[in-house]
Structure formats: C-alpha cells, structure tokens
C-alpha cells in the first residue's frame, strides 16, 4: 500500500503563487515517476507536471513556462511551484506516482486524494 500526503493548495489571486507539496510513504522500493495532475470541474484529468527518474521533468503546455516541479526520489516527495496563476488553472491537483514494492514485477500507480487550487480573477 503507498500513501500520499498532498498539501499546499489554496485560494490565490491571477498573478500569484502556489506551491504544492507531496510525500509519498508505504511499500515503495522503486519509484519510476512523481508528478501532479489536474481536474476542474466538468472536465478531464489532465497531467500538469511529472517528474521521471530516468528522463527528468514533462509539462504540458499550457503551463510550461509557469510551473516548476522538483523531485527527490530518495526521499519520496515531489513540489510544485506555480507562478504567475490565471483563473484557468483554477482545479482539484492529485499527486500522483508510479511506483514498484520489493519482490514485485509490476509497476503501481497511486493517485492522492486531491488539494483545491482556486485562482480568482
């Protein structure tokens, strides 16, 4: 079982800041992948930010020059920075990781349990 501790969501108005912080914690021997994903109302999952262990960070578009993430895989946690906020980024933010227990073959995603990002015009 892995748990994931999100924190760091908020109210911000356009034009500010968040950062967003994840601890992961259970059986975790590998980790292939932390990142953040994104749902607002009505709409669908979508990744944010995902930090690879074997590639470095992705980010989708639309937030590429706003957002940084960091990771350290040693320690099981991931951050994200959001600058510059815009009414769109307004959604529910899941931490997410991909990860593999001792003695196991296969690969797990978990997802936590969401932190609210609500930027106000």
């Known amino acids: 079982q892995v748990q994931l501790l999100e924190s760091g969501g908020g109210l911000v108005q356009a034009g500010g800041s968040l950062t967003l912080h994840c601890a992961a914690s259970g059986s975790i021997s590998r980790i292939a992948a932390m990142g953040w994903y994104r749902q607002a109302p009505g709409k669908q999952r979508e990744l944010v930010a995902r930090f690879n262990s074997r590639s470095g960070p992705d980010y989708t578009d639309s937030v590429r020059d706003r957002v940084i993430i960091s990771a350290d895989i040693r320690k099981k946690t991931v951050s994200l920075q959001m600058n510059n906020l815009k009414p769109e980024d307004t959604a529910l933010y899941f931490c997410?990781?991909?990860?593999?227990?001792?003695?196991?073959?296969?690969?797990?995603?978990?997802w936590g349990q969401g932190t609210q990002v609500t930027v106000t015009p």
């Open positions: 997410y990781t991909n990860t593999q227990r001792e003695g196991a073959s296969y690969w797990r995603d978990t």
